[in-house]
């Protein structure tokens, strides 16, 4: 009478067929990482070699691909940025210079607050400060008078119907909203 084995697949049980799929699983998954399974020879009887990344790149991700840089630029003098000794290498994304002389964007100044109108700005403040106070008075001052609260909620009211009444009342039909 032979030993059972607890480490050893029972061939009469109905999960046998999971044990095949499993050596299966394994024999592909040395395939794929490049390591002989061992149970399947090739042909010939032989044993097949390692294979590696390259013979299950379908994506050609294993050859290094040769960068263009941008139109309107020039190549970096002296190769790339870290100075290394490898000048065989091919170029990266950023080994080349940005021409600065082509017309180069500068933005407008911003208006300065001091020219414009005091009731926008005042409207502003009202509108941002107006639940931002309320908050502030809910944690640090809860026993804030009503005529407070309602002051708070007036301002904020007040200041957002201003601004929205600034608001221009026709659209331009040749503007898209968008800026240069």
């Known amino acids: 009478m032979t030993r059972f084995d607890p480490g050893s697949p029972d061939p009469d049980s109905p999960d046998s067929g999971a044990n095949e799929d499993d050596a299966v699983w394994r024999d592909l998954v040395a395939r794929l990482e490049g390591t002989d399974s061992g149970p399947l020879p090739g042909p010939g ?11 299950f790149d379908p994506l050609g991700l ?9 139109a309107g630029t020039r190549p970096a003098a002296g190769g790339d940025s870290e100075g290394s000794a490898d000048r065989n290498a091919p170029p990266g994304p950023r080994d080349y210079e940005a021409d600065e002389d082509e017309g180069a964007f500068v933005p407008e100044e911003p208006p300065s607050l001091a020219s ?3 009731m926008t700005v005042l409207a502003w403040l009202g509108a941002v ?6 908050l502030l008075s809910a944690i640090f001052w809860r026993s804030a008078p009503l005529l407070a609260v309602v002051g708070m909620v007036v301002a904020f009211a007040a200041s957002v119907v201003f601004l929205i009444m600034k ?3 026709e659209k331009d039909e040749h503007d898209d909203g968008a800026r240069v």
Request: proline share 22%.
């Open 129 to 134: 400060g107006g639940p931002i106070a309320l």
């Open 167 to 169: 608001l221009p009342h």
């Open 45 to 55: 009887g032989k044993t097949p070699a390692a294979r590696t990344f390259r013979d």
């Open 116 to 118: 414009s109108d005091p």
């Open 62 to 70: 294993s050859v290094p691909q040769q960068l263009t840089p941008p």
